[in-house]
């Protein structure tokens, strides 16, 4: 009987041994796995973009101006802002015409234009700013951002 009770702690020891070892590895393994994926969830980038405006007004009976401004916490490898002539109709704002702007390498950005609003007619306009940022490879977007509306 105690040869027996031996061989079953001895057995029972082999076997403990064996799942430590294993669970001992595939803890080693899963770790650098659960490390990589928590810092690519725990990656908070600082932003870029400080503060936008947007701007539009009145310039003729069938123009507007506008004005779009960034301030960049750093100087930006490249700054792009989307700019959308919307007008309303029945209440609702539609798409009239995109204008893209660039700038490179700057801490500040200041565009400005025209737009001839002939076709589109009397009504009421306003611009939809989107304005994205490039800083060391990575891409920080603000907006959209909506100008003031104007009658024309």
Not at 47 to 63: D, P
Not at 75 to 91: D, G, P, Y
Not at 107 to 130: A, C
């Amino acid at each position: 009987m105690n040869e027996r009770k031996f061989l079953m702690r001895k057995r029972n020891t082999i076997l403990s041994a064996i799942l430590s070892i294993a669970v001992i590895i595939t803890g080693l393994g899963a770790g650098p796995i659960c490390a990589s994926a928590l810092d690519q969830k725990t990656i908070n980038p600082p932003r870029s973009i400080g503060s936008a405006t947007a701007s539009l007004e009145k310039k003729s009976s069938s123009s507007l101006s506008y004005r779009v401004t960034a301030k960049l916490n750093a100087i930006s490898s490249s700054v792009t802002a989307k700019i959308v002539l919307q007008k309303n109709e029945s209440n609702q704002w539609v798409d009239k015409q995109t204008i893209t702007r660039t700038d490179n390498n700057v801490k500040q950005f200041d565009v400005t234009g025209t737009i001839d609003v002939t076709s589109y007619g009397s009504g009421s306009y306003r611009i939809k700013v989107t304005i994205s940022d490039v800083y060391n490879g990575i891409t920080d977007t603000l907006g959209p951002i909506y100008s003031g509306t104007v009658v024309i």
